[in-house]
């Protein structure tokens, strides 16, 4: 398997992490997320601070832009946001020159800082969109209360 490759666990289908090469971040209590051998689940939350964790150690999703990017894909998880609705988010009404060519930039970075493929993050003509288990995402969990 490769970094954001398919785990099937009985019936949920669920991205993992190997190999993880993103940026480290030292947890209270020293829980380090770096370059080691780690196969865990990605867990979002984003109900309160957004944060994105694999197993028992948190992610860092540097910059702003990418964070937003993340934030306006888990919200309206299993749908697919249109491209303008997701500039608008991220560069709040003033774009840059090349507004298709930097949300891909943005979404190239999140993938990389969170290790994740295709089969998380995905891309259509109409935009952009994530694949999320309820089980890894707090809103849905919330949302099936």
Known sequence: MRPGDIAI???SRIPVLRGFRGTAVREPGGIEMGVTDVTEPLSFQVLGPLAVHAGPRRVAIPGGRQRILLAALLV??????PVDELVDRIWDGAPPMHPRRALHVCLT???RATGAGPELLRTSDAGYGI???AQQLDLARFAAL
């Open 76 to 81: 309206r998880f299993g749908e697919v946001v």
């Open 9 to 11: 666990e009985g019936e």
């Open 131 to 133: 694949e999320v288990d």
């Open 109 to 111: 970075r999140l993938r």
